[in-house]
């Protein structure tokens, strides 16, 4: 009964954000996320800040792998990388505002979930 209504508010969820998603991007050409950089960028948000090896081995893929994925959101604007102040030879993964208007169609659907 609760994994039910889990999917259901799930559901719901998804179809939210597709639908606010295609009201914002009406000519698929202005999507610059593919549906796997999406996945990457949920990843690296939900993981606060990673390294690129970090977020290779959270996505079970190779660090050369991550490294192409990375440098490509960060060319289209939703990442950026900021040297650690601590290590100055790391440098951690960091959503921009770009990433944070696209996840935050789906995210704001929170609060009238809750309700």
Known sequence: MLQDAFNK????????FYTK???RVPDREEATLTTVETFCMEIIYSINNPT???FAKVANISSPNAA???????????LRK???EVDKREFHLEVTD???DYYNMSSGYIDDVME
Request: glycine letters at 4%; aromatic letters at 22%.
């Open 98 to 100: 770009k990433y944070m």
């Open 9 to 16: 508010v799930y559901t719901k969820f998804k179809l939210h």
């Open 82 to 84: 900021v040297q650690s």
């Open 52 to 54: 690129v090896n970090e």
């Open 21 to 23: 998603f295609f009201e």
């Open 68 to 78: 192409y994925k990375v440098n490509n959101l960060i060319k289209k604007g939703y």
